[in-house]
């Protein structure tokens, strides 16, 4: 998965966004992104680990105030690609990751909510 950062070291918009490659893991943390930039990545990167065969994802967002956790689990509870999520057990991050389980990649069926 390939992102573009616009934003240099220092903080000033770049003139041209410099190419960044994620590699796709079980595992992603979402600490290096903007949170303007989180619903784009996590539907980027849930794309990207279902082509790869990864049927559970751990998405870290960090405890924080919950915005993040709470912003990602609704993305993820929407998703027609995610069988099921929960938070993730103590020792994998507790309620700052997110454990989410993919369906295999297929035709997608619509959540109902």
């Known amino acids: 998965m390939t992102r573009f950062r616009s ?3 220092d ?3 770049a003139d041209e966004p410099e190419p960044i490659v994620v590699e796709i893991t079980d595992t992603f943390d979402l600490h290096d992104f ?7 990545i996590v539907d980027a990167y849930v794309e990207a680990a279902q082509e790869k ?3 559970e994802v751990r998405i870290v967002h960090g405890r924080g105030k919950g ?3 709470a912003r ?3 993305l993820l509870a929407h998703d027609p ?3 099921s ?4 057990p103590g020792d994998r991050g507790g309620w700052g990751a997110t454990l989410a389980r993919l369906h295999p990649l297929g035709p997608l069926v619509p959540k109902s909510d």
């Open 67 to 69: 915005v993040q956790r």
């Open 72 to 74: 990602v689990q609704s």
């Open 53 to 55: 065969g990864i049927l």
């Open 34 to 40: 903007h949170p303007r930039e989180i619903p784009e």
């Open 11 to 13: 903080g000033e918009e």
């Open 7 to 9: 934003i240099q070291d």
């Open 85 to 88: 999520l929960e938070d993730a």
């Open 81 to 83: 690609r995610v069988a």
